[in-house]
């Protein structure tokens, strides 16, 4: 038997490969197997390097046995969000792909040392954040930045690498700057670097040694960029249900399947507010109504945490959180309505993804609450 792979852009077949099943890497590694690609047709006659397709075999069996772990980071404070918290339309329209302000990044500072103080004490949580087997990130500047900041080279160390994640990036809105970027592969930790060497503009400063720490950071970490080296935005005025639906399944594929236990995801509110509404079980929200409801209505607050467990034999479209834990004293927000028919959709608040139902039916009738106990 074979493995058969090919590639088609618009129904026209670029390229494609066999490959005999006794040939695959078994027993399963985290190392990729890459494969050259045989391509077809005129429309690659032009194309000089080779190419090629990467992917990784693992057993169903050890998959399926465990649950996966997963940290759902929200990025600090944004220029953007201060922007808007003070009604300064100005700066929130001044530039797009906004970094952390000076206090996001001071929230990032301080998670860092919050977590590093409980895995001390032996919490568990702690203890599996910061030996996380892999690290994800949005390739937006704010998420880069609090990835470096809060995670730090430490936790990174323990998976090997930052890895940029497009699929967890935020929904692009008509006049949402603040999801616009431009940045590719490793311009896009250069840029996150530079801007942590100015001195931002907002109320509270880091002080020299925190500044020195988070370029020290940076310094440190090793990238995976492979996944945003190509436009990995969106082109068009804003997503669609579509287009958001195929990243929540890609996101959650991932998760799912990868193959350590525990990872750390740092992104946006509004995608990780849709991610759990649309995979939480209909036993987690049986079990716990009320933080259910509220991790499907409300935001997590900037460097909040919300620890999770995935089920991986739910599937990609089936309810695979079936457990979710507030952690690190991570409180749930209200969404904001400020700007709606400004510079964001309504409900915008840093980023807006609106309107999506869960993949599978399920039941929430829960009314939107101004807070969630801690569980």
Known sequence: ?????????????????????????????????????????????????????????????????????????????????????????????????????????????????????????????????????????????????TACIAVGPETVGASGELVLMPAVREKQNLGGFDSMSSKLGPDIIQRAHEDLSSSGSADVVLSDQDIGMALASMAQLRYDVAEAEEP????????????????????????????????????????????????????????????????????????GVVRLELDPRAGADGEAIVGAQLVFGTRLDADGQMFGACCANPGHDDDALEGLEPLQNSSDESQPTSSAPEA
Not at 73 to 101: C, F, I, K, Y
Not at 238 to 262: F, G
Not at 278 to 293: D, G, N, V, Y
């Open 1 to 145: 038997s074979r493995l058969v792979i090919e590639v088609h852009d618009s129904g026209a077949l670029l390229a494609k490969t066999a490959v005999p099943v006794a040939e695959l890497r078994w027993p399963p590694r985290q190392v990729p197997t890459t494969i050259a690609l045989r391509l077809e047709g005129s429309k690659t006659e032009a194309v000089e390097e080779p190419c090629t397709v990467s992917f990784q075999v693992l057993d169903a069996a050890a998959v399926t046995a465990r649950r996966r772990v997963v940290f759902l980071l929200r990025h600090g404070e944004s220029v953007w969000n201060a922007a808007q918290s003070a009604g300064n339309v100005t700066e929130m329209a001044r530039q797009n792909d906004h970094p952390l302000s000076a206090k996001g990044r001071a929230q990032a500072a301080a998670l860092r040392t919050k977590v590093a103080e409980a895995a001390k004490r032996g919490e568990k949580a702690a203890i599996e954040f910061s030996s996380a087997g892999a690290v994800y990130t949005s390739p937006l500047c704010r998420a880069v930045q």
């Open 232 to 303: 990995w935005w969106c082109e068009n005025n804003s997503d669609s249900a579509a287009m958001i639906r195929e990243r929540l399944q890609e996101c959650m594929a991932q998760l799912l399947y990868m193959p350590p236990a525990t990872a750390v995801v740092v992104g946006h509110s509004h995608f990780f507010r849709s991610l759990l509404k649309t995979f939480i079980s209909k036993e987690f929200r049986a079990a716990q109504p009320k933080l259910a409801a509220d991790l499907a209505q409300m935001k997590i607050q900037n460097c």
